[in-house]
């Protein structure tokens, strides 16, 4: 059972656009989300996250929107640049619920083209 | 201050052989977790370590284990391989638990 669901694999986006991946969970109990961004052959990166207790975060050009009863969250990039085009991983975590701290739970990842 | 390190960076063994992974966290970095990347699953979850001790466990096997130094440094191991282990192995590190994690290039591992 996917908790966490990234239901568009792939976007295509003009350079100078707003790109917007989004994210569903199920699990209630998580509170703590994350973004990472990953190039073929490397690591995720850590972009940006956000706090159950905020229902936005904002760091640069990316803006992370969270609605708690949707159960829902969206990746903003404006503008996109053509360095940006990567596949984007939406994670959760339930960092107030012990013993569970340190396991993320992925999203199956969504592949963002940002075409010049 | 360096990142994540994994090594080695590729490895190649046959179906029943073992295989060890090493990761050195970001210094200071107290908390290291290892994930499993495959096209199928995505990125799996599959056990974390903090001073020492491991203190959440993913869904896998007990074929799949791991340590952790005092110094952080952790390693992963893998016995008696199958094809389907096959995969990205990734770990990464943070400062404490629950805070933002931070990923090392990965090992990939093929077996054959």
């Known amino acids: 059972d996917q908790q966490v669901k990234q239901n568009s694999p792939s976007l295509s986006v003009q350079e100078g656009r707003i790109s917007i991946l989004n994210c569903d969970y199920t699990n209630s109990m998580f509170d703590y989300f994350l973004w990472y961004k990953k190039y073929p052959a490397e690591g995720p990166t850590f972009l940006i996250s956000?706090?159950?207790?905020?229902d936005k975060n904002e760091d640069g050009r990316f803006t992370v929107f969270l609605n708690k009863s949707a159960k829902h969250l969206s990746l903003h990039i404006v503008p996109s640049q053509p360095g940006d085009s990567a596949v984007y991983f939406c994670?959760?975590?339930?960092?107030?619920?012990?013993?569970?701290?340190?396991?993320?739970?992925f999203g199956k990842g969504t592949k963002l083209s940002v075409k010049p | 201050k360096a990142g994540v390190t994994q090594t080695p960076r590729y490895l190649i063994k046959t179906r029943g052989q073992q295989v060890t992974l090493s990761c050195s966290p970001i210094?200071?970095?107290?908390?290291v977790s290892w994930y499993q990347q495959t096209p199928g699953q995505g990125l799996q979850f599959l056990f974390e370590y903090f001073s020492e001790t491991q203190r959440n466990k993913g869904n896998f096997p007990g074929r799949f284990s791991g340590r952790q130094f005092s110094n952080s440094r952790s390693e992963m191991n893998v016995s008696t391989l199958e094809l389907g282990d096959s995969a990205l192995y990734l770990c990464?590190?943070?400062?404490?638990?629950?805070?933002?994690?931070?990923f090392g290039p990965g090992t990939r591992l093929t077996v054959l």
């Open positions: 210094s200071g970095h107290r908390s």
């Open positions: 956000i706090s159950s207790i905020k």
């Open positions: 994670a959760a975590s339930r960092v107030n619920y012990g013993g569970s701290q340190g396991n993320l739970i």
């Open positions: 990464a590190s943070s400062p404490f638990r629950g805070d933002e994690q931070f």
